[in-house]
């Protein structure tokens, strides 16, 4: 083998792609996307936390430009791109997202109704107190830290967080195959929750719940379906249905106002296209009863003014609104963490179960550490005050040393040996010294004022303080109970200083039911020649100039609370509703028939309004030649499409057409029919029998070998052109016949 060949190595292809996506979705749930369970926060927030903390940037300190903060975040810790740190920055100063905001910014961070948070070199933003509950004690060894990306620095692999934030924050994330949706909560009901569950680790999901009574949600709101509550805590998933909070006041003119002032939490960020939702169905006249939306929101709190028109039910339009917009939206709970660098689903119980050991974890851990450090203390001032005992002695092994290695030694061995005293006595006495190193390092650096009477007294006082602390240290690591105590306490504070009254109502409220409100009117449906359709009320309709009318190749006068039918040549009947038809002015386009309902085309064959369908008949002609009437009645249905009537194999329609109840009775109206190869017959419209729709009907024209039907239509004894495919024929001059005779030849005029 040359120098520059490499062994080849053989592999599965799908085994290795299996094994490559198994290890990207493992590390973007792991390191990106989920938060731990322990402090409540993903990857990217711990860091940007972290980085601020090692900027000093603390509450008290002045704001640091955000640009500097994410600039030290991407540089030492989280390599993934600027804005995704600078979006989790955002994030946190959001106070209408979070309960406790982690993140004190200053300047131009967005707001509730959807604005982009400005430039990051134009903002500044330091740690808020919440922040600090997770980072205290950080110098102390609590937690575990491990390399960055590079191995060129070290990260906090979780924060000494002593406030639950994941229950108070809640979190979302989008991960492989998997996503976290927690709630927020109030923070006194979710710590009042905790210290009860360490009274009691027993306790049931009902029994947290008296303290937890559900999430409670920044932008406040009421969810309709509080019963659902407890399954959603017992199994960590579930949906949750919010609704805006809605007031009315009296307005100008006799007419209401429907106040909106607080919004479900999933449009929280996205406000303005709330409002844009409601004044485009204002102007669509989708809710006819709405007279105006305008946005009154300040710094004092939301207020979005709806302005209902006189003499409307204002219940039924709320009905609507909740229907058919985002005033009532649904939030689905998926209760995903990490513990232990696996994806878990946590149940209410499973999250403060965890938050409790964490925190027993990290406060036996801060209390060895003070007791180690009392204990240090301890020794060393023991030792002063030993020392202040025999001084003069010191003094004197301090004066007959000819180094610092020797006088120590002496003070903690007692070897003499090079060292000149002044007695045998003194020798001897100096050779029963035996203080630790701690203490000689101390002694030696001794400042002469601590040998005042008043400075001797504060080293016995606080040798005192040491050794109650010491006691007290001691009986805490001791004892669970005690632990908790402690822990209960610094919860205590933290419901002090962040607690505040619940915002979100808790109900159950059924599903409301909306009315709509239409006022019956005239319209016309025009459809032009390449299928767009419109409304036209009856005076925009009476504005249309004649060569504008011959533009649209079908006008279907309706109510617009009726139903216009459309029949296909395949034999299905197709509904739209008028309300379905976009109002529009002469000039508009309209919209797609096709984008009304699922029909070719080339497939239609007519339009019918359906009141004009219920009190006629229709006739049906085939290709094959098959005729029938069907009563209109037949086609009354809430479906949005039927089969009409019954085809044979490779058969179709080639009319559909209405026969009101003077032509049936009638005897001058014949059906006329017109074949591919130029053939006619006529015959009396009587002769055509009455069935139901799903029946093919009987043969209307005997057809030679090879020839089809391509035209059918009613003629009347006024009719005297008819026209078919640029070709006119007159009906006067063709020989009346009986039902399936045989066609006869015949030239267009």
Known sequence: MKYNEQPVIQLDFSEEMRNSYRDYAVSVIIARALPDVRDGLKPVQRRILYAMNELSLDPGKPHRKSARIVGDTMGKYHPHGDSSIYDALVHMTEDYSLSIPLVDGHGNFGSIDGDGAAAMRYTEARLSHGAMALLDNLDKGLVPFGPNFDESEKEPLVLPATIPNLLINGTTGIAVG???????????????????????????????????????????????????????????????????????????????????????????????????????????????????????????????????????????????????????????????????????????????????????????KEYKHLLDKANDRLEIVEGLIKATDVIDLIIEILRGSKS?????????????????????????????????ERQAEAILTMQLSKLIGLELLKLHQESNTLITNITNYRKILGDINELHKVIK???????????????????NIGNTKYVEEIREENIYVVIDRFGYCKSLDETSYSRLAPETLNEYTHIIPMKNTGKLCIFSSSGSMYQVKAMSIPKARSRDKGVLIQNLCKIGRDDIITYIAFDDLSESQLLFVSKSGYVKLVSGIEFETNRSVIASTKLEKEDMLVCVQPVTVEESIADNRNVLMLTEKGMVLLFPLNQAD???????????????????????????????????????????????????????????Q
């Open 178 to 364: 998997m996503a976290t949706n927690m709630p927020p909560h109030n923070t006194s009901e979710v710590i009042d929750g905790i210290i009860a569950f360490m009274d009691n680790p027993e306790i049931s999901t009902k029994g947290l719940m008296k303290y937890i009574k559900g999430p409670d949600f920044p932008t406040g709101a009421t969810i309709t379906n509080s019963d659902d509550l407890f399954n959603i805590y017992d199994t960590g998933e579930g949906k949750i249905k919010i609704r805006s909070k809605v007031e009315t006041e009296d307005s100008d003119y006799g007419r209401k106002n429907l106040v909106i002032t607080e919004i479900p939490y999933t449009v929280a960020g996205n406000k303005t296209k709330l409002l844009e939702n409601l004044a485009a169905l204002a102007k669509d006249k989708v809710f006819d009863e709405i007279y105006d939306v305008r946005d009154e929101s300040s710094k004092e709190g939301i207020r979005i003014v709806i302005e209902v028109k006189k003499d409307r039910d204002t219940q039924n339009l709320l009905n609507g609104l909740y229907q058919k917009t985002s005033l009532e939206d649904t939030y689905g709970v998926n209760m995903l963490a990490v513990k232990n660098k696996q994806p878990v689903t946590f149940t209410l119980k499973g999250l403060i179960n965890e938050f409790v050991l964490f925190q027993e974890e990290l406060y036996t």
């Open 404 to 436: 610092v290695k020797q006088a120590k030694e002496c003070l903690t061995k007692g070897i003499t040996d090079g060292i000149k005293f002044k007695t045998k006595k003194t020798d001897k006495e100096a050779s029963r010294l035996d203080f630790s």
């Open 489 to 507: 306490k610094r919860l205590r504070t933290y419901k002090k200083q962040f607690g505040r009254e619940r915002r979100t109502t808790l109900d």
């Open 690 to 748: 009455e069935f139901k729709k799903t029946s093919k009907g009987l043969k209307g024209i005997s057809l030679a070998k090879g020839d089809t039907l391509a035209y059918a239509c009613i003629t009347s004894p006024e009719d005297t052109d008819i026209e078919f495919n640029n070709k006119h024929y007159n009906p006067q001059k063709i020989k009346l016949k009986s039902r399936n005779d045989k066609p006869v030849k015949i030239k267009p």
